[in-house]
């Protein structure tokens, strides 16, 4: 017995956690192989795993955007509709096929309504986050609260004209930054406006994020945070709930949002003003919680929370990263920057004005083709998700998808097969023209179903606002970049599609591009 007298010499506090290690890992082992053996039974095509990774392709991740793993085993597999395999002890159903996914997204919508980063149900703030909610009562009823602050029309009139003091401040930063000589960076320029642009017209805050990052702005920022924790929460697998750090929303998340909140509506009560936006909201609908119950304040209060951290997600985040990979694109394509100031100086014409306003942004249609085109390319996540909350039988297939199975959709894969979208790789804004939109039925930015992306519009219009007026006064030249990106330019440790280098580009004046 030679070999055990290395583990003779160990501490005896180190026998514990070695033992209870080893058990673990053979508990893990055997529901392993159970997974294992049960998935090769049933009809979904099944790609075999290794042990703790998984499929063989993720043992890239770290070094590779997960979505490298995810996109080899889609066009790999070109012959199926739906295909199954593990993501470490985790098994997963890739769906293909866009009208399957839509069949399952929206069809099936109450029999896979749970996404993966569903909610314990005792977490009373995740519960109200749209995205993590397990109860179909609770969900529809929070987003019946923020339907009103997803309308187009309501950032009209003194609403935009905080938006025409952000394109202010951005032109101002984008100055000063060119007569020192340094490059702007996109990310940086585009998160700032559109944070600003949240902050102000639905959060009552005056922000200017390039002079001074507000509370929403470091929340943004500590939760689009590149790292392995993040990675991993994007994923949830099994037994990461347990540990705070690997969920999708944090505690400090939570407790940023909720002093940020009661600072807003405590200055809100305090002047008596109306500006009809969030906080408002949240104001009304405390003092209807306490009409019907006085002790119910923290109920109320976890439910604001929720709320605000929706909103943030709903359009907050993702749409200052479509615009940043929007301005790399433009950078590369100066044809198409002609054809933004063209229109951009037809609407104005149009409405008699030289000015940004509502009605000039809401009519800058080809910008918002290129923002969409920028979404197929570009899009948010890794993945969509979803859990089967009942058995889905998929028709035009002998498959039934079981109730607890997890099923994952690829968008950037599905925009990038040709099958769909004619030359995938190619920046074509024309895409998205009215004459081909409506034709574009695998196209998955925003979702699918009941569940799609709600604050889409607005913030699309805030995004048509940062780029059409940046383009109009300059010309954006690449800097850092001057190739397109693909899957091999994106951080590997995010679950969320962003670029693993600053994206730099430099602007020049309109005026002084002839000198």
């Given at each position: 017995?030679?070999?055990?007298?290395?583990?003779?010499?160990?501490?005896?506090?180190?026998?514990?956690?070695?033992?209870?290690?080893?058990?673990?890992?053979?508990?893990?082992?055997?529901?392993?192989?159970?997974?294992?053996?049960?998935?090769?039974?049933?009809?979904?095509?099944?790609?075999?795993?290794?042990?703790?990774?998984?499929?063989?392709?993720?043992?890239?991740?770290?070094?590779?955007?997960?979505?490298?793993?995810?996109?080899?085993?889609?066009?790999?597999?070109?012959?199926?509709?739906?295909?199954?395999?593990?993501i470490a002890t985790m098994p997963v159903v890739l769906v293909?096929?866009?009208?399957?996914?839509?069949?399952?997204?929206?069809?099936?919508?109450?029999?896979?309504?749970?996404?993966?980063?569903?909610?314990?149900?005792?977490?009373?703030?995740?519960?109200?986050?749209?995205?993590?909610?397990?109860?179909?009562?609770?969900?529809?009823?929070?987003?019946?609260?923020?339907?009103?602050?997803?309308?187009?029309?309501?950032?009209?009139?003194?609403?935009?004209?905080?938006?025409?003091?952000?394109?202010?401040?951005?032109?101002?930063?984008?100055?000063?930054?060119?007569?020192?000589?340094?490059?702007?960076?996109?990310?940086?320029?585009?998160?700032?406006?559109?944070?600003?642009?949240?902050?102000?017209?639905?959060?009552?805050?005056?922000?200017?994020?390039?002079?001074?990052?507000?509370?929403?702005?470091?929340?943004?920022q500590g939760f689009v945070k590149p790292g392995w924790s993040?990675?991993?929460?994007?994923?949830?697998?099994?037994?990461?709930?347990?540990?705070?750090?690997?969920?999708?929303?944090?505690?400090?998340?939570?407790?940023?949002?909720?002093?940020?909140?009661?600072?807003?509506?405590?200055?809100?009560s305090q002047t008596g003003c109306k500006e009809h936006d969030?906080?408002?909201?949240?104001?009304?609908?405390?003092?209807?919680?306490?009409?019907?119950?006085?002790?119910?304040?923290?109920?109320?209060?976890?439910?604001?929370?929720?709320?605000?951290?929706?909103?943030?997600?709903?359009?907050?985040?993702?749409?200052?990263?479509?615009?940043?990979?929007?301005?790399?694109?433009?950078?590369?394509?100066?044809?198409?920057?002609?054809?933004?100031?063209?229109?951009?100086?037809?609407?104005?014409?149009?409405?008699?004005?030289?000015?940004?306003?509502?009605?000039?942004?809401?009519?800058?249609?080809?910008?918002?083709?290129?923002?969409?085109?920028?979404?197929?390319?570009?899009?948010?996540?890794?993945?969509?998700?979803?859990?089967?909350?009942?058995?889905?039988?998929?028709?035009?297939?002998?498959?039934?998808?079981?109730?607890?199975?997890?099923?994952?959709?690829?968008?950037?894969?599905?925009?990038?097969?040709?099958?769909?979208?004619?030359?995938?790789?190619?920046?074509?804004?024309?895409?998205?023209?009215?004459?081909?939109?409506?034709?574009?039925?695998?196209?998955?930015?925003?979702?699918?179903?009941?569940?799609?992306?709600?604050?889409?519009?607005?913030?699309?219009?805030?995004?048509?606002?940062?780029?059409?007026?940046?383009?109009?006064?300059?010309?954006?030249?690449?800097?850092?970049?001057?190739?397109?990106?693909?899957?091999?330019?994106?951080?590997?440790?995010?679950?969320?599609?962003?670029?693993?280098?600053?994206?730099?580009?430099?602007?020049?004046?309109?005026?002084?591009?002839?000198?």
């Amino acid at each position: 017995m030679d070999f055990l007298e290395p583990l003779s010499s160990l501490p005896a506090l180190l026998y514990v956690p070695l033992l209870v290690g080893s058990l673990c890992l053979v508990f893990n082992y055997l529901v392993y192989s159970r997974r294992v053996a049960k998935w090769r039974k049933w009809k979904i095509p099944f790609l075999e795993p290794s042990f703790l990774i998984g499929h063989k392709y993720f043992w890239s991740v770290g070094s590779n955007s997960a979505v490298v793993p995810i996109d080899r085993i889609y066009r790999e597999n070109k012959d199926k509709d739906l295909v199954a395999f593990f993501i470490a002890t985790m098994p997963v159903v890739l769906v293909r096929s866009p009208a399957l996914i839509k069949q399952i997204l929206a069809k099936n919508f109450d029999k896979a309504f749970e996404t993966w980063w569903a909610a314990s149900p005792h977490d009373e703030i995740s519960q109200h986050v749209l995205g993590q909610s397990t109860d179909k009562g609770v969900w529809k009823s929070d987003r019946n609260t923020l339907s009103p602050m997803f309308a187009t029309g309501r950032v009209s009139g003194e609403h935009f004209a905080k938006i025409t003091n952000q394109i202010t401040n951005m032109w101002t930063h984008a100055e000063e930054a060119r007569l020192q000589g340094k490059p702007i960076n996109t990310q940086q320029v585009t998160t700032n406006f559109i944070q600003d642009g949240f902050s102000n017209s639905f959060f009552g805050m005056d922000a200017n994020s390039y002079e001074k990052k507000t509370e929403l702005r470091k929340l943004v920022q500590g939760f689009v945070k590149p790292g392995w924790s993040r990675l991993l929460s994007g994923f949830n697998l099994q037994g990461a709930q347990a540990f705070d750090s690997l969920k999708f929303i944090t505690q400090k998340d939570m407790d940023s949002m909720k002093r940020l909140l009661q600072k807003q509506m405590a200055q809100r009560s305090q002047t008596g003003c109306k500006e009809h936006d969030f906080i408002d909201i949240l104001i009304d609908l405390k003092e209807q919680g306490q009409d019907k119950k006085k002790d119910s304040e923290m109920d109320i209060t976890n439910e604001m929370v929720g709320l605000g951290l929706s909103l943030l997600f709903a359009g907050g985040i993702s749409v200052g990263f479509v615009a940043s990979f929007t301005l790399h694109l433009l950078s590369l394509h100066p044809e198409y920057q002609e054809r933004i100031r063209k229109e951009v100086e037809e609407v104005m014409k149009k409405h008699n004005t030289t000015e940004f306003t509502y009605e000039v942004v809401r009519d800058l249609h080809f910008i918002e083709q290129c923002l969409r085109e920028t979404a197929r390319l570009y899009p948010n996540n890794t993945a969509l998700t979803r859990v089967c909350t009942e058995d889905i039988t998929l028709a035009g297939t002998d498959c039934t998808l079981k109730k607890g199975q997890r099923v994952i959709f690829s968008p950037y894969s599905v925009h990038r097969d040709p099958q769909y979208f004619g030359d995938p790789d190619k920046f074509d804004p024309d895409r998205f023209s009215s004459k081909n939109v409506d034709g574009i039925d695998a196209f998955l930015a925003f979702g699918k179903g009941p569940r799609k992306c709600p604050g889409k519009n607005v913030g699309l219009l805030m995004g048509s606002a940062l780029i059409g007026s940046l383009v109009h006064k300059y010309e954006v030249r690449p800097r850092s970049h001057t190739k397109q990106m693909d899957a091999h330019d994106f951080h590997p440790r995010s679950f969320a599609i962003v670029h693993k280098d600053d994206i730099l580009v430099d602007f020049k004046p309109r005026e002084v591009l002839s000198c």
